[in-house]
Structures are given as structure tokens and as C-alpha cells.
């Protein structure tokens, strides 16, 4: 039964890796598409881009990433105890 829950635990914490890798990924591609157009012809012209939400996008996904590691090294030191106790 704990393997069980240290799997799902593991396969819980790849899958928050992963949405917050993606999260952090169009953050920052939506940061540079921003910051290339403001650069291409808008230069001088008044143009201002809201870089907000992308910013608090990138925090975001860096945060669950983290979030994310610390529930797969949790999981991984249930199935080294596992292990001592088995042998």
C-alpha cells in the first residue's frame, strides 16, 4: 500500500514538473515575443507592453516546479524507507 502511494507520488510530482516547466516555457516566450516587438517598430513611438502577467506567470510556474521536486524527493525518501524496513 505505501508503494502504491509513493508511485502515485512520484507520477503526482512528474506530472506538477512538467505543467510548471510548460508554465515557466510560455511565460518566457510570451516575454520575448513582447520585448521583440516593442524593439522591431514600435521603438519610440509610445508603445508600452505589460509584461505583468507573464512575469507573475514565470514566479508561478518556478514556484510549482519547486512544489513539484518537493513532492517527488518525498516520495522517493518513503521508498528508501521502504526499502531499510524490507531489509
Given amino acids: 500500500m505505501a508503494a502504491d502511494m509513493s ?20 511565460a518566457a516566450n510570451t ?3 513582447q520585448t521583440m516587438v516593442n524593439e ?3 521603438a ?10 507573464p512575469l507573475v506567470n514565470l514566479g508561478v510556474g518556478e514556484r510549482a516546479t519547486e512544489a513539484a521536486a518537493s513532492v ?6 518513503m521508498v528508501g524507507t521502504l526499502i531499510d524496513l524490507m531489509a
Fill in 7 to 26: 508511485v502515485g507520488l512520484m507520477g503526482a510530482g512528474l506530472t506538477g514538473m512538467q505543467r510548471g516547466y510548460q508554465t515557466v516555457t510560455n
Fill in 31 to 33: 516575454i520575448a515575443q
Fill in 40 to 42: 522591431g517598430g514600435n
Fill in 44 to 53: 519610440g513611438r509610445g508603445a508600452s507592453t505589460d509584461l505583468t502577467r
Fill in 72 to 77: 517527488i524527493r518525498t516520495a522517493d525518501e
